[in-house]
């Protein structure tokens, strides 16, 4: 059972995940993280994994997208929180080329210009 919520700080979207990100969620956090940024709200999105205990390839390309929807109108993401397994995980892809990793929400926040 995956939850997700999310909150605007500033012209941050953060979006907190709990739960396992699969092939079974992957979907709905697409579709909502999808509505908010289509809001126009914010530029920039923070993802906190503090509480996920799973994700597979399939929470890999939801994540990489959104990366690539931000940051092609110029804003910036970032991950916080992130367990030693999905660091791991995040290794393994090379996504750690790309995207940044916080210890904590605060400090991501004060990355993208926010805090």
Do not use: W
Request: glycine letters at 8%; aromatic letters at 4%; hydrophobic letters at 40%.
């Amino acid at each position: 059972m995956l939850q997700i919520s999310t909150d605007v700080c500033g012209d941050t979207l953060i979006v907190r995940l709990s739960g396992e990100l699969d092939h079974h969620t992957a979907e709905m956090v697409r579709s909502q993280v999808e509505a908010e940024l289509d809001r126009g709200l914010t530029a920039h999105l923070v993802m906190n994994l503090e509480n996920l205990s799973f994700m597979d390839s399939s929470g890999l390309g939801v994540i990489l997208g959104r990366y690539k929807r931000v940051t092609q109108s110029g804003g910036r993401m970032a991950l916080c929180a992130v367990n030693d397994q999905l660091k791991k995980l995040f290794e393994l892809s090379g996504m750690l080329k790309i995207l940044r990793i916080y210890p904590n929400e605060s400090q991501a926040l004060a990355e993208t210009g926010v805090a």
